[in-house]
């Protein structure tokens, strides 16, 4: 690796790390408190669960993951897909796209909720693998990530629970996610 990509490789690793923080969380009951921003996670093993009940998606991260996603979102994307987040519903203007480096654009629509966007590799067993996220989106804004997804069944979801980030309800028990396809 030459010098200038080798320093550039570092400094996204060291803001990455700084962003994101270290250690291992899990979906259950934290708060979110990021602000609306691209924000990718890696991917992730996950507990098989079956819906409705939200899915529980724990965060591991690596350095060599987290250098991975940090080159992934500057990645000049394949394909963009465009997602609406409204009060209980995930609707994205595409169903299915080729396999490679894709750009998901969230833009909450709701008055007054906010929303967020997780990416979910569906498994054979029924789990999901944290593919990717965007936190926290405010009402009336958006914010993006891209991924680099390899072929295979994804479902974007917003996993809020009840008493995080105000809300009363569980989105994903409530319905907030759709299936996506990667081909």
């Known amino acids: ?16 790390a700084a962003a994101c923080g270290g250690g291992s969380t899990s979906y259950s009951n934290s708060a979110a408190t990021s602000t609306p921003e691209t924000r990718g996670t890696a991917p992730t093993t996950a507990a098989a669960t079956s819906p409705p009940t939200a899915p529980v998606v724990a965060h591991a991260r690596t350095t060599v993951d987290q250098l991975q996603q940090a080159t992934l979102s500057a990645a000049q994307p394949d394909i963009a897909v465009a997602i609406t987040l409204a009060d209980y519903t ?5 169903q299915s796209v080729k396999a490679g480096t894709i750009r998901f654009i969230a ?14 590799k569906i498994n054979p067993d029924g789990s999901f693998d944290n593919q990717g996220e965007i936190r926290a989106i405010a009402s009336q804004q958006g914010g993006a990530v891209t991924l680099h997804l390899q072929p295979g069944g994804y479902q974007l979801a917003c996993l809020i629970t009840a ?18 396809k990667v081909e």
């Open 90 to 94: 995930v609707t994205a203007d595409k």
């Open 163 to 180: 008493g995080q980030s105000g809300s009363a309800v569980d989105h994903y028990q409530q319905g907030m996610h759709t299936d996506f």
């Open 1 to 16: 690796m030459n010098r200038p990509l080798l320093l550039i490789a570092t400094s996204a690793l060291l803001a990455l």
């Open 107 to 120: 833009t909450n629509v709701s008055v007054d909720h906010i929303h967020e966007l997780v990416v979910l």
